[in-house]
């Protein structure tokens, strides 16, 4: 399985399912530097195409359409990869900010923005190479790589939970989450108590009573659990 007829056949099948506009952005967008990413980076990190959509149609905040260069989905979570060439973005001042506004409005719709710079891409790969496999550590350890589904052993309020422990320091208290997530008090101390079973939390407790004020988050900030 070689990345050349991989790449071929992932391509054939994307131009396949589109017609009209989309048909006509990925075959005029997926040029020298999105090839280069797929082939340099994408590949050697993840030897796959599955869910990996090039060209990826969204519509910006005013509601036009618009590609952009890669969409990988991980189950509920869409990863955004730009390639951004100085040539085509850097000089024109207008498309310079549509393209900055774009990627502001993207992540305000929950998608993760990673901007790559051409130059560096072919000037010093090794470097993207090292940002990006940190970057995708924790969504490929969570993939199956047959299906590209994403294979779950926590749910989403125990997700929830842990990463809104990372935001805070890997510190959570019950109430102060519960109106964060908006969810009953009852609810956040089960699946607290689920998670110090499941050897994600530490129930810290105080005084003489014995009672848990908090919980402390002792997994990795990478971890492929909170995917």
């Known amino acids: 399985m070689s990345f ?43 030897g796959h195409f599955l869910e990996l959509h090039p060209e990826y149609e969204v519509r910006d905040w005013r509601g036009r359409s618009y590609f952009v260069d890669f969409m990988w989905i991980v189950g509920a979570i ?12 850097g000089t024109d001042r207008s498309k310079y900010r549509n393209d900055l506004n774009r990627g502001l409005f993207l992540q305000s719709q929950d998608c993760v923005v990673y901007y790559i710079p051409l130059d560096e891409l072919k000037e010093n790969p090794s470097f993207i190479l090292s940002v990006v496999r940190n970057i995708l550590t924790p969504y490929l350890a969570a993939v199956n790589g047959k299906t590209g589904t994403v294979e779950r052993q926590f749910s989403k309020i125990e997700r929830d939970l842990m990463r809104t422990a990372i935001r805070h320091n890997r510190v959570i208290r019950p109430m102060d989450a519960a109106r964060e997530l908006e969810l009953h008090n009852m609810t956040v101390i089960k699946h607290c108590r689920r998670l110090v079973e499941k050897g994600k939390f530490r129930a810290v407790s105080r005084g003489k009573s014995g009672r848990v004020t908090y919980y402390e988050y002792i997994g990795t900030i990478q971890s492929p659990d909170l995917v």
């Not at 992932?10 to 082939?39: C, I, M, S, T």
């Not at 869409?78 to 973005?89: A, C, L, P, Q, T």
Request: no cysteine; net charge positive.
């Open 4 to 46: 050349q007829s991989e790449h071929e056949k992932w391509l054939k099948q994307h131009l396949a399912k589109r017609k009209g506009e989309p048909l006509d952005a990925l075959k005029r967008g997926h040029g020298y530097g999105n090839q280069l990413f797929v082939e340099r980076i994408w590949w050697t990190l993840v």
């Open 78 to 89: 869409r990863i955004v990869f730009e390639i951004m060439d100085y040539g085509s973005h």
